[in-house]
């Protein structure tokens, strides 16, 4: 192995480890005894993103002062009646199609009665009976680096996406002893997405939310943002001895990251199986995830249909969407053949591309796309006009360099202020043996505290971070360190060939490492030769 290949081997080993994408949940899940088996479904109440409700044109915005986003018909005003958001069906259609669903020619609506506070007309209008679409498959990667030597692909099965509205938000005062109700969130317009329980370990439910949030991003049907409640996830989880039937389940509702989703699903696994082997008993629930505690606690018993009393809704007719090319009256009919022809590129097409066009490594495919960021740097520097850059190479710089500078900083890449015109210099860098991986890690780290004022050139100028590549400068380097380490040269004379990158060493540590390892390597054979 070349000494340009050892320091590139070792860059992406110190970069998996400092990233530390393997959480102590995942590690349970490699070593849990084989007779358990765990059993993990996924409910996604994902917020569509269009600039009023669901029924009414009352405006949605995040952030917005209390009660300062309802219409009379979200207050439940007696003689206030609904009106469907077109843009909402073109969106659940788009979505729908693109997770492989079969859109229902015509679909319904219901009440689903339960009684909060703030839930003003006592019913929920969804689709219980006839959803929008049903039977679609989302097939996603799931890749831990450290843990899964490998990725691999798992596949959930897309039971129905249908629409519904959000209810309003309960505020408890403590101090006043006083619950107020917001209802800005009332009407909100949602998809639901209801997985079977195709699922094993929690990091394969965190690889799902994961894959659908970059589905939904790309097609512009939510925004994703969980922090602020646009996506939430609920997860129905089980466990059983292998070859028995499926235990009795729990549900933990309104998970509120990605990260969260694996931490959840894992605690209540291990919860449940504690409890089993003591003796115990699970009993159907509903829990809600504590992420300060990182546990799950419980909230109150899981309802069941009945309790619901699900009925259609009298006050909207059915719904009807074109699935047959040729045969829709646009002004009034949403025409699904047409949004189907217009679906952009998909996460798993882009990763493909990369694999096939670009010959980047399946692994390398994955961390790019995952990170909508990261790619968008990528796409940026390999496509600037003008400009022939080898895809290996940026794919490495940002994976490898960026993202170990970042985790050592302990920030997330959008937090990087660092330009993609910036990160391109150093490629080129990279590219034109001017610096190599650790003097690439020093100006991205001073680019970084700079906020990206200064330039990596001229970063690399004024510290004199750049490669020593002079033959005349690397030749009394090599004959330095051989007069000095004669013990090491004689044992690489009686062939012990790895005393070379002993040497070697040395003339790095000498340098401050920007000497050329690759013709420092090779100039040193030669004088060990003669």
């Given at each position: 192995?070349?000494?340009?290949?050892?320091?590139?081997?070792?860059?992406?080993?110190?970069?998996?480890?400092?990233?530390?994408?393997?959480?102590?949940?995942?590690?349970?899940?490699?070593?849990?005894?084989?007779?358990?088996?765990?059993?993990?479904?996924?409910?996604?109440?994902?917020?569509?993103?269009?600039?009023?409700?669901?029924?009414?044109?009352?405006?949605?915005?995040?952030?917005?002062?209390?009660?300062?986003?309802?219409?009379?018909?979200?207050?439940?005003?007696?003689?206030?009646?609904?009106?469907?958001?077109?843009?909402?069906?073109?969106?659940?259609?788009?979505?729908?199609?693109?997770?492989?669903?079969?859109?229902?020619?015509?679909?319904?609506?219901?009440?689903?009665?339960?009684?909060?506070?703030?839930?003003?007309?006592?019913?929920?209008?969804?689709?219980?009976?006839?959803?929008?679409?049903?039977?679609?498959?989302?097939?996603?990667?799931?890749?831990?680096?450290?843990?899964?030597?490998?990725?691999?692909?798992?596949?959930?099965?897309?039971?129905?996406?249908?629409?519904?509205?959000?209810?309003?938000?309960?505020?408890?005062?403590?101090?006043?002893?006083?619950?107020?109700?917001?209802?800005?969130?009332?009407?909100?317009p949602l998809m639901e997405l209801v997985f079977e329980p195709d699922l094993e370990t929690g990091e394969e439910a965190a690889a799902l939310v994961k894959e659908l949030i970059l589905i939904l991003t790309r097609l512009g049907s939510c925004s994703c943002r969980m922090e602020e409640g646009a996506l939430r996830v609920d997860a129905?989880?089980?466990?059983?001895?292998?070859?028995?039937?499926?235990?009795?389940?729990?549900?933990?509702?309104?998970?509120?990251?990605?990260?969260?989703?694996?931490?959840?699903?894992?605690?209540?696994?291990?919860?449940?199986?504690?409890?089993?082997?003591?003796?115990?008993?699970?009993?159907?629930?509903?829990?809600?995830?504590?992420?300060?505690?990182?546990?799950?606690?419980?909230?109150?018993?899981?309802?069941?249909?009945?309790?619901?009393?699900?009925?259609?809704?009298?006050?909207?007719?059915?719904?009807?969407?074109?699935?047959?090319?040729?045969?829709?009256?646009?002004?009034n009919v949403v025409d699904a053949v047409q949004i189907g022809a217009n679906l952009p590129e998909l996460p798993e097409e882009t990763r493909k591309q990369l694999v096939e066009v670009h010959n980047l490594t399946p692994e390398m495919a994955i961390i790019l796309v995952n990170d909508m960021t990261l790619h968008g740097h990528f796409?940026?520097?390999?496509?600037?006009?003008?400009?022939?850059?080898?895809?290996?190479?940026?794919?490495?710089?940002?994976?490898?360099?960026?993202?170990?500078?970042?985790?050592?900083?302990?920030?997330?890449?959008?937090?990087?202020?660092?330009?993609?015109?910036?990160?391109?210099?150093?490629?080129?860098?990279?590219?034109?043996?001017?610096?190599?991986?650790?003097?690439?890690?020093?100006?991205?780290?001073?680019?970084?505290?700079?906020?990206?004022?200064?330039?990596?050139?001229?970063?690399?100028?004024?510290?004199?971070?750049?490669?020593?590549?002079?033959?005349?400068?690397?030749?009394?380097?090599?004959?330095?360190?051989?007069?000095?380490?004669?013990?090491?040269?004689?044992?690489?004379?009686?062939?012990?060939?790895?005393?070379?990158?002993?040497?070697?060493?040395?003339?790095?540590?000498?340098?401050?490492?920007?000497?050329?390892?690759?013709?420092?390597?090779?100039?040193?054979?030669?004088?060990?030769?003669?």
């Open positions: 192995m070349s000494w340009n290949a050892l320091f590139r081997r070792n860059s992406i080993i110190f970069n998996v480890r400092q990233r530390n994408y393997a959480s102590k949940a995942a590690i349970k899940e490699v070593s849990r005894p084989n007779r358990w088996k765990s059993v993990i479904g996924l409910e996604v109440h994902a917020q569509i993103l269009t600039a009023s409700k669901l029924f009414s044109g009352a405006e949605v915005a995040f952030s917005s002062p209390i009660n300062g986003c309802v219409s009379l018909f979200d207050a439940s005003i007696p003689g206030t009646l609904p009106v469907l958001n077109r843009k909402c069906v073109e969106l659940g259609v788009r979505t729908a199609l693109a997770l492989g669903c079969t859109i229902n020619p015509v679909s319904m609506f219901d009440r689903k009665h339960y009684f909060y506070a703030d839930l003003p007309a006592g019913y929920q209008i969804t689709q219980q009976r006839a959803p929008l679409a049903r039977g679609g498959l989302l097939t996603f990667p799931v890749f831990i680096p450290g843990v899964t030597r490998k990725p691999y692909y798992k596949s959930a099965r897309l039971l129905q996406l249908q629409l519904e509205q959000d209810s309003g938000k309960s505020l408890h005062d403590p101090v006043e002893r006083k619950s107020l109700v917001d209802l800005n969130r009332a009407g909100v129905n989880i089980s466990v059983h001895k292998e070859n028995t039937a499926l235990g009795t389940r729990t549900e933990v509702k309104n998970i509120g990251s990605v990260r969260a989703v694996a931490q959840a699903v894992e605690f209540e696994i291990e919860r449940q199986i504690g409890i089993l082997d003591d003796g115990g008993r699970i009993f159907n629930e509903t829990r809600a995830w504590d992420a300060t505690g990182k546990r799950t606690i419980a909230m109150r018993d899981k309802e069941v249909v009945q309790d619901y009393r699900f009925m259609p809704e009298p006050n909207l007719p059915p719904l009807h969407v074109n699935v047959v090319e040729g045969e829709c009256d646009a002004e796409r940026s520097i390999l496509d600037e006009p003008g400009k022939m850059r080898s895809p290996k190479t940026v794919a490495n710089c940002l994976v490898n360099e960026l993202l170990t500078i970042l985790n050592k900083n302990k920030l997330d890449i959008e937090q990087c202020r660092i330009s993609s015109a910036h990160l391109a210099e150093v490629v080129d860098m990279f590219d034109g043996n001017i610096i190599n991986p650790y003097l690439a890690r020093l100006i991205l780290q001073e680019a970084l505290d700079q906020e990206g004022a200064e330039s990596p050139t001229v970063i690399a100028q004024r510290n004199d971070w750049l490669m020593i590549t002079d033959l005349a400068r690397i030749e009394p380097l090599c004959r330095d360190v051989i007069e000095k380490n004669p013990k090491v040269v004689e044992k690489y004379r009686k062939g012990k060939e790895k005393m070379l990158f002993a040497l070697a060493g040395e003339i790095a540590k000498a340098t401050d490492q920007k000497v050329d390892m690759a013709k420092a390597v090779d100039l040193l054979k030669k004088m060990l030769k003669s």
